[in-house]
């Protein structure tokens, strides 16, 4: 049996991280609230050359706990949706519209300090390439008690400290790493001291945006496992950001695949892996190298396109194999085909 | 018959802090060869710190060896004349990891195509050279309307490694290093990418070295496997056999490391955990036992040998197979050879 969400083993359930107050239960959940949902949600940046939509309409929820997939070829938006869901899109970059809402909060209108709040406590970034994200001459204690102080001010530093040294034994460091600078860490170990400063807070969703691209495999494994382990132990929701369909296969219930900056499918991962429905997703998973098919090579033919030049109708249908008369001029809506299965396809629509 | 490359016994040792005190081996005791009667595809897998992009230099001649001997159809390849290397350079091409840091950005991406030409002579004419381009981006699935005259900013990763790889065949060379080829290239043109270099290896008969981290593409593109950890070769041998049922731990727990894309082949399933640690007693033994959950005492005193644990298939450095007959280090490209010949 290889469930996709497996229960903890009881050695690591009783982990610090759920010491404070007891996780909760992870069977019946009530009927479920997502605890993050995106509606309509685009994002421009102003350049020279024009504007450029990178996120265009995309809607999605999260339900608690479940840890979901969001791939794309690169300039395909998905790292844009991860730093709008933390606000943190920047000038030429700006939100043209669309909700967020995370765990009850709706976060577009709140005013910078409220968002202050939210980031961290309820929403948390893994951010990309550790190895630039840490502060080089700060202590690892340093940077993670950061946020804790500015989040906690009356809690007395001792206490802080001490959650310090839980949140680096959950993410499985020594604890007097706490000490050191991070040009004294290893790339692993520099990642999960980015996950502690993530998970400190407790967050109710995780964003991890290609959080082991610059990690061998045996450590990227035993890093996702600790990733995956705290969002069990949390309970939180994670969306995991990247353009490996391997590394998707093996971490997450659901996928969502983008391209030119909208959502093209959204469904459970196994059946997406066995009946992909657009013709994109398609493709992608059958240019995938797979044991037992040695020296088959299929790739997709033709190119992304470029974002100044967005092609009307269906963004795919310049490559698409099955392009049929109203592709280049209608948008396809992203519906829903099937419980949990969303697809943003002319062939699909009749099958509502 | 001689090979048109040979590494034989080479070790590289980087030497940095200011009176050379930290020694780093990135590689140990190599020896391969590429011959030119038995084009294959090799695939050299190993992760950061392995050495593969130090035996892809050696092989190129970018690097001097610390010890033991390059060769070029049996000559050094430090002590190359004018001539001898001009041969080399033409016969001996490489593809690299960074698509957008092999072009100059000044020119269009025509000018890659075009030094070949002139300064290996290829061409009688303009209109010849003009031809040769074209087939060469065609042979590689581009249009060339779609490339000539454009810059390098204006294509895609996948075009622009493509075109690397266009050159690489206008030469016709006997071999390619391709090191870490598509791993800056987005995963639905991977595909594509492997496909053309496998199709420069089966149409023209080119030997290809594939060194890469992911033992994905090197299970698909790579006739027979060479896994290094830290400069030694950990197991060699049949890409098949190798993938399916690894016999040394370190290839076992980088095969149960990767992940499939396939969700009902779970990772991490073997219950092998890599220990971290230091080695005891320097570097005198397997360069894998420090990490090694199935760490033996003779594991620290002497590397081991390779093992011939599947008859001709495949061999592993590890003294969990010392019952199977044992293979001098120095043998490894014999017995590639004949894996190869085999298959």
Redesign the interface.
């Known amino acids: 049996m290889?469930g996709?969400a497996e229960p903890t083993p009881p050695a690591t359930a009783a982990g610090p991280i759920s010491a404070p107050a007891a996780a909760p239960p992870r069977a019946t959940p009530p009927p479920v609230e997502p605890v993050l949902r995106v509606e309509h949600l685009s994002v421009s940046y102003h350049t020279d050359a024009g504007r450029v939509r990178a996120v265009d309409n995309v809607s999605f929820d999260l339900p608690p706990g479940v840890r979901m997939g969001l791939v794309g070829?690169?300039g395909s938006g998905k790292t844009t949706v991860a730093n709008a869901l933390m606000r943190l899109i920047k000038p030429p970059g700006r939100i043209d519209g669309g909700r967020i809402v995370v765990d009850g909060v709706e976060t577009l209108p709140l005013s910078n300090e409220q968002m202050r709040q939210v980031r961290m406590r309820k929403i948390a970034l893994i951010p990309q390439g550790a190895m630039s994200a840490l502060n080089p001459v700060m202590r690892v204690r340093d940077q993670i008690l950061d946020g804790l102080l500015i989040h906690e001010p009356r809690t007395p530093r001792r206490e802080l400290e001490r959650r310090v040294e839980n949140v680096l034994v959950a993410v499985e460091l020594d604890p007097r790493v706490a000490r050191r600078y991070p040009h004294e860490l290893s790339g692993g170990m520099k990642q999960r001291v980015c996950i502690a400063i993530a998970v400190a807070m407790r967050p109710q969703v995780i964003i991890a945006d290609e959080p082991t691209s610059a990690l061998?495999?045996?450590v990227?494994?035993q890093v996702m496992?600790t990733i995956g382990r705290l969002q069990r132990d949390l309970h939180s929701s994670i969306v995991l950001i990247g353009?490996?369909?391997?590394?998707?296969?093996?971490?997450v219930d659901r996928l969502a695949v983008m391209y030119a900056g909208r959502l093209v499918e959204v469904g459970p991962?196994?059946e997406i892996?066995r009946e992909p429905l657009h013709p994109y997703t398609q493709?992608?998973?059958s240019?995938?190298?797979?044991?037992g098919k040695?020296?088959?090579?299929?790739?997709?033919?033709g190119?992304?396109p470029s974002l100044l030049a967005v092609p009307p109708g269906c963004v795919f249908h310049p490559r698409c194999p099955q392009v049929m008369a109203q592709c280049p001029q209608q948008i396809p809506p992203l519906v829903q085909v099937a419980p949990n299965r969303w697809v943003a396809c002319h062939l699909h629509e009749a099958a509502l | 018959m001689t090979a048109i490359l040979e590494l034989r016994n080479v070790s590289k040792i980087y030497k940095t802090g200011f009176w050379g005190h930290h020694v780093t081996v990135a590689l140990d005791g190599m020896s391969l060869e590429i011959d030119e009667a038995r084009p294959t595809i090799t695939a050299i897998v190993g992760e950061s710190g392995s050495g593969k992009t130090t035996l892809g230099s050696l092989l190129l001649g970018f690097l001097p060896p610390t010890s033991g001997t390059a060769f070029y159809r049996g000559k050094d390849l430090t002590k190359l004349s004018r001539g001898e290397r001009k041969a080399f350079r033409r016969e001996v091409q490489a593809i690299f990891q960074d698509p957008f840091a092999a072009y100059n950005p000044f020119y269009t991406v025509d000018h890659v195509l075009t030094v070949p030409i002139s300064r290996f002579k290829l061409a009688r004419s303009k209109a010849d050279a003009r031809r040769l381009m074209e087939e060469a981006l065609l042979a590689v699935g581009l249009r060339p309307e779609e490339i000539l005259g454009r810059f390098p900013h204006q294509l895609s990763g996948g075009q622009r490694q493509r075109i690397i790889v266009a050159r690489a065949m206008l030469l016709k060379p006997k071999v390619i290093i391709a090191d870490e080829p598509v791993s800056m290239v987005d995963a639905s043109l991977r595909a594509t990418i492997l496909e053309s270099i496998y199709k420069l290896h089966n149409d023209l008969g080119i030997s290809v070295l594939y060194i890469t981290h992911d033992l994905t593409t090197a299970y698909h593109i790579g006739a027979q496997i060479v896994v290094l950890y830290r400069g030694s070769v950990m197991e060699a041998g049949d890409t098949e056999t190798i993938v399916q049922d690894p016999q040394h731990p370190y290839t076992r727990l980088l095969i149960d490391s990767v992940p499939w894309p396939d969700p009902d082949r779970r990772w991490g399933q073997s219950e092998l955990k890599p220990r971290d640690g230091d080695v005891p007693g320097g570097d005198r033994g397997c360069k894998f036992a420090a990490r090694c959950p199935l760490v033996m005492e003779q594991c620290y005193d002497a590397p081991p040998p390779l093992y011939q644990t599947d008859g001709t298939k495949r061999v592993a450095a590890c003294y969990l197979w010392n019952q199977a007959p044992a293979l001098g280090r120095e043998r490894l490209p014999d017995f590639l050879a004949q894996v190869s010949s085999a298959t």
């Open positions: 290889t996709v070829e690169s061998d495999v045996v990227q494994r496992e353009h490996d369909m391997g590394l998707m296969a093996q971490f991962i196994r892996f493709l992608l998973i240019s995938l190298p797979v044991l040695r020296g088959v090579f299929r790739g997709i033919p190119v992304p």
